[in-house]
Protein backbone atom coordinates (compact mmCIF):
# COMPACT_ATOMS: atom_id res chain seq x y z
CA UNK A 1 0.00 0.00 0.00
CA UNK A 2 1.00 3.27 -0.76
CA UNK A 3 2.53 5.92 2.13
CA UNK A 4 3.58 9.34 2.37
CA UNK A 5 5.51 10.37 5.64
CA UNK A 6 6.01 14.17 6.37
CA UNK A 7 8.69 14.40 9.01
CA UNK A 8 8.45 18.00 10.15
CA UNK A 9 5.23 18.53 12.02
CA UNK A 10 6.31 21.99 12.48
CA UNK A 11 8.88 25.06 11.31
CA UNK A 12 9.69 28.49 11.74
CA UNK A 13 11.57 30.02 8.67
CA UNK A 14 12.61 34.06 8.84
CA UNK A 15 10.93 36.10 5.89
CA UNK A 16 12.82 35.59 2.78
CA UNK A 17 14.45 32.75 3.32
CA UNK A 18 13.92 29.44 1.36
CA UNK A 19 11.98 26.64 2.84
CA UNK A 20 12.71 22.99 2.17
CA UNK A 21 9.56 20.41 3.08
CA UNK A 22 10.09 17.15 3.21
CA UNK A 23 7.86 14.41 1.88
CA UNK A 24 8.98 10.71 0.98
CA UNK A 25 6.89 8.19 0.07
CA UNK A 26 6.54 4.24 -0.75
CA UNK A 27 4.83 2.98 -3.64
CA UNK A 28 5.00 -0.50 -5.79
CA UNK A 29 3.49 1.41 -8.86
CA UNK A 30 5.83 1.39 -11.71
CA UNK A 31 4.36 5.04 -12.84
CA UNK A 32 2.55 7.53 -10.36
CA UNK A 33 2.34 11.07 -9.14
CA UNK A 34 3.05 13.60 -6.78
CA UNK A 35 0.96 16.88 -5.32
CA UNK A 36 1.37 19.20 -2.87
CA UNK A 37 -1.25 21.30 -1.59
CA UNK A 38 -1.33 24.61 0.84
CA UNK A 39 -4.24 24.56 3.22
CA UNK A 40 -3.89 28.51 4.93
CA UNK A 41 -6.22 29.22 8.10
CA UNK A 42 -8.83 29.90 6.48
CA UNK A 43 -9.38 26.33 5.26
CA UNK A 44 -9.19 25.70 1.61
CA UNK A 45 -6.77 23.19 0.26
CA UNK A 46 -5.15 24.71 -3.14
CA UNK A 47 -2.99 22.81 -5.23
CA UNK A 48 0.77 24.06 -5.71
CA UNK A 49 2.11 21.52 -7.76
CA UNK A 50 2.67 18.51 -9.25
CA UNK A 51 5.13 15.86 -10.45
CA UNK A 52 5.06 12.74 -12.71
CA UNK A 53 7.15 9.77 -11.63
CA UNK A 54 8.37 9.63 -15.55
CA UNK A 55 9.16 12.73 -15.79
CA UNK A 56 12.95 14.12 -16.17
CA UNK A 57 13.25 17.62 -15.09
CA UNK A 58 11.72 18.63 -11.36
CA UNK A 59 8.90 20.65 -11.61
CA UNK A 60 8.26 24.42 -10.70
CA UNK A 61 5.48 26.90 -10.60
CA UNK A 62 7.09 30.49 -9.56
CA UNK A 63 8.75 30.04 -6.04
CA UNK A 64 7.49 26.46 -5.92
CA UNK A 65 10.04 23.88 -7.20
CA UNK A 66 9.95 20.09 -6.54
CA UNK A 67 13.48 18.92 -5.64
CA UNK A 68 12.44 14.96 -6.66
CA UNK A 69 14.86 11.70 -6.03
CA UNK A 70 13.04 9.09 -7.06
CA UNK A 71 15.62 6.53 -6.28
CA UNK A 72 15.29 7.67 -2.73
CA UNK A 73 11.65 8.08 -3.08
CA UNK A 74 11.70 11.84 -1.57
CA UNK A 75 9.46 14.63 -3.07
CA UNK A 76 10.44 18.06 -1.15
CA UNK A 77 8.90 20.91 -1.90
CA UNK A 78 11.35 24.14 -1.81
CA UNK A 79 9.80 27.50 -1.61
CA UNK A 80 12.35 30.29 -2.99
CA UNK A 81 12.17 33.68 -1.06
CA UNK A 82 9.26 33.03 2.04
CA UNK A 83 6.46 35.56 1.97
CA UNK A 84 4.66 35.77 5.43
CA UNK A 85 1.65 34.65 3.30
CA UNK A 86 3.40 31.42 3.13
CA UNK A 87 2.28 30.87 6.40
CA UNK A 88 0.00 27.85 6.33
CA UNK A 89 0.09 23.54 6.18
CA UNK A 90 1.40 22.13 3.76
CA UNK A 91 0.38 18.42 2.80
CA UNK A 92 2.07 15.63 0.14
CA UNK A 93 0.35 13.47 -1.59
CA UNK A 94 0.89 10.39 -3.61
CA UNK A 95 -1.55 9.01 -6.01
CA UNK A 96 -2.75 5.17 -4.98
CA UNK A 97 -4.62 2.57 -6.71
CA UNK A 98 -7.91 2.82 -7.67
CA UNK A 99 -8.24 7.16 -8.11
CA UNK A 100 -7.41 7.86 -4.35
CA UNK A 101 -4.74 10.38 -3.18
CA UNK A 102 -2.91 8.90 -0.09
CA UNK A 103 -2.02 12.05 1.82
CA UNK A 104 1.04 13.26 4.52
CA UNK A 105 -0.16 14.60 8.12
CA UNK A 106 1.43 17.58 6.86
CA UNK A 107 3.51 20.55 7.62
CA UNK A 108 2.99 23.21 9.65
CA UNK A 109 5.09 25.97 8.14
CA UNK A 110 5.43 29.98 10.11
CA UNK A 111 7.23 32.38 8.52
CA UNK A 112 8.31 34.47 11.06
CA UNK A 113 8.94 39.04 9.97
CA UNK B 1 -11.78 28.92 -8.76
CA UNK B 2 -12.94 24.77 -9.11
CA UNK B 3 -16.69 25.92 -9.15
CA UNK B 4 -17.34 23.33 -6.75
CA UNK B 5 -19.47 24.62 -3.48
CA UNK B 6 -20.40 22.53 -0.52
CA UNK B 7 -23.61 23.07 1.36
CA UNK B 8 -24.05 23.37 4.19
CA UNK B 9 -20.58 25.01 5.53
CA UNK B 10 -20.99 24.64 9.11
CA UNK B 11 -23.35 22.19 11.18
CA UNK B 12 -24.19 20.77 14.57
CA UNK B 13 -25.98 17.71 15.19
CA UNK B 14 -26.71 15.19 17.78
CA UNK B 15 -25.65 11.33 17.71
CA UNK B 16 -28.13 9.23 15.95
CA UNK B 17 -29.30 11.96 13.65
CA UNK B 18 -28.70 11.41 9.94
CA UNK B 19 -26.75 14.50 7.70
CA UNK B 20 -26.38 14.57 4.38
CA UNK B 21 -23.65 17.24 2.84
CA UNK B 22 -24.00 18.21 -0.88
CA UNK B 23 -21.21 18.79 -3.02
CA UNK B 24 -22.05 20.87 -6.48
CA UNK B 25 -19.84 21.55 -9.33
CA UNK B 26 -19.94 23.40 -12.28
CA UNK B 27 -18.72 22.08 -15.15
CA UNK B 28 -19.96 18.45 -15.54
CA UNK B 29 -16.27 16.90 -14.36
CA UNK B 30 -16.35 13.18 -14.09
CA UNK B 31 -14.41 12.45 -10.61
CA UNK B 32 -15.78 13.55 -7.75
CA UNK B 33 -14.28 13.06 -4.08
CA UNK B 34 -15.11 12.97 -0.47
CA UNK B 35 -12.39 13.26 2.11
CA UNK B 36 -12.38 13.95 5.67
CA UNK B 37 -9.86 15.31 7.40
CA UNK B 38 -8.77 15.06 11.36
CA UNK B 39 -5.76 16.45 13.43
CA UNK B 40 -2.51 14.07 12.26
CA UNK B 41 -4.36 12.36 9.92
CA UNK B 42 -3.88 14.69 6.98
CA UNK B 43 -6.79 13.39 4.40
CA UNK B 44 -8.64 10.26 3.94
CA UNK B 45 -10.97 9.27 1.33
CA UNK B 46 -14.36 8.25 1.67
CA UNK B 47 -15.88 7.53 -1.36
CA UNK B 48 -15.58 8.76 -5.04
CA UNK B 49 -17.80 8.85 -8.17
CA UNK B 50 -16.57 8.11 -11.52
CA UNK B 51 -20.03 9.26 -13.18
CA UNK B 52 -23.28 9.17 -12.71
CA UNK B 53 -24.31 6.34 -10.54
CA UNK B 54 -21.18 4.76 -10.33
CA UNK B 55 -19.43 5.16 -6.83
CA UNK B 56 -16.66 3.51 -4.77
CA UNK B 57 -15.38 3.02 -0.97
CA UNK B 58 -12.43 4.59 0.27
CA UNK B 59 -10.28 4.34 2.69
CA UNK B 60 -12.55 5.08 5.78
CA UNK B 61 -15.71 4.70 3.95
CA UNK B 62 -17.80 2.57 7.35
CA UNK B 63 -20.61 4.74 7.94
CA UNK B 64 -21.00 6.65 5.02
CA UNK B 65 -23.07 6.20 1.97
CA UNK B 66 -22.73 8.63 -0.86
CA UNK B 67 -24.94 9.09 -4.03
CA UNK B 68 -24.64 10.61 -7.38
CA UNK B 69 -27.87 10.92 -9.36
CA UNK B 70 -26.77 14.02 -11.63
CA UNK B 71 -23.28 14.60 -12.82
CA UNK B 72 -22.90 18.15 -10.46
CA UNK B 73 -24.12 16.88 -7.66
CA UNK B 74 -22.41 14.71 -4.96
CA UNK B 75 -24.23 13.65 -1.91
CA UNK B 76 -22.46 12.29 1.36
CA UNK B 77 -25.13 11.01 4.10
CA UNK B 78 -23.97 9.72 7.71
CA UNK B 79 -27.26 7.71 8.21
CA UNK B 80 -26.68 7.71 12.08
CA UNK B 81 -24.03 10.60 13.19
CA UNK B 82 -21.50 9.37 15.82
CA UNK B 83 -19.02 11.42 17.84
CA UNK B 84 -16.07 9.92 15.84
CA UNK B 85 -17.84 11.41 12.45
CA UNK B 86 -16.79 14.53 13.87
CA UNK B 87 -14.35 16.15 11.17
CA UNK B 88 -13.89 19.01 8.47
CA UNK B 89 -15.66 16.88 5.24
CA UNK B 90 -14.09 18.40 1.58
CA UNK B 91 -14.84 17.52 -1.65
CA UNK B 92 -12.69 17.36 -4.57
CA UNK B 93 -12.97 17.05 -8.60
CA UNK B 94 -10.86 16.19 -11.42
CA UNK B 95 -10.63 18.46 -13.81
CA UNK B 96 -8.67 16.47 -16.72
CA UNK B 97 -10.40 12.88 -18.04
CA UNK B 98 -8.42 11.26 -16.01
CA UNK B 99 -8.60 9.89 -12.68
CA UNK B 100 -5.07 10.89 -11.84
CA UNK B 101 -5.06 14.52 -12.96
CA UNK B 102 -4.94 17.06 -10.23
CA UNK B 103 -7.62 16.87 -7.96
CA UNK B 104 -9.36 20.64 -6.78
CA UNK B 105 -11.41 21.03 -3.73
CA UNK B 106 -14.41 22.48 -2.45
CA UNK B 107 -14.11 24.95 0.81
CA UNK B 108 -15.24 22.49 3.00
CA UNK B 109 -17.72 21.59 5.84
CA UNK B 110 -17.11 21.56 9.14
CA UNK B 111 -19.33 18.74 11.24
CA UNK B 112 -19.35 18.70 15.04
CA UNK B 113 -21.49 15.57 16.22
CA UNK B 114 -22.67 16.07 19.76
Known amino acids: AQKITQTQPGMFVQEKEAVTLDCTYD???????LFWYKQPSSGEMIFLIY????DQQNATEGRYSLNFQKARKSANLVISASQLGDSAMYFC??????????WGAGTKLIIKP | DAGITQSPRHKVTETGTPVTLRCHQT?????MYWYRQDPGHGLRLIHY???????DKGEVSDGYSVSRSKTEDFLLTLESATSSQTSVYFC?????????????FGPGTRLTVL
Open chain 2, 92 to 104: AITKGPASTDTQY
Open chain 1, 27 to 33: TSDPSYG
Open chain 2, 27 to 31: ENHRY
Open chain 2, 49 to 55: SYGVKDT
Open chain 1, 51 to 54: QGSY
Open chain 1, 93 to 102: AVEGSNYQLI
